[in-house]
């Protein structure tokens, strides 16, 4: 999310309700893969349970990043990309699968058909 500070969090959506500053914009997915790193208690380190995975996460420094795996790989050990290299203590899981980016320039190994989800643009001055 992204609140009336221009701050950005994420959050479990038990908590969005009491924030103490609203958002004025907001997604939702899931599950969390990190809160207050600590990785979601369910992934399994050798889950053979592996996809093509997006997600989002939120650094210390309120800077946000967004991931998308180069081939399949389980929950836990895309919670730890966000943990260990991002370092995101908050993730959140996108998508799987389907999931695709668009970065003007780079070579995409796979063309996609997809409605953008989030875009970046440059501020007029």
């Not at 420094?61 to 389980?74: C, E, L, Q, R």
Request: hydrophobic share 40%; net charge positive.
């Amino acid at each position: 999310l992204i609140n009336a500070n221009h701050s950005t969090r994420i959050v479990d959506s038990s908590s969005y309700t009491v924030l103490v500053t609203p958002a004025v914009w907001a997604t939702q997915s899931g599950p969390l893969m990190l809160q207050r790193g600590e990785i979601h208690p369910a992934f399994i380190s050798d889950s053979k349970n592996k996809k093509l995975r997006s997600g989002v996460g939120v650094r210390q420094d309120g800077v946000v990043v967004f991931a998308i795996s180069k081939g399949p790989v389980n929950f836990y050990d895309f919670a730890l990309l966000f943990l260990n290299e991002l370092k995101c203590p908050n993730a959140l899981y996108r998508d799987g699968d389907i999931s695709a980016f668009y970065v003007p320039g780079m070579n995409d190994p796979m063309p996609h058909s997809f409605g953008p989800m989030f875009g970046l643009v440059k501020k007029p001055n």
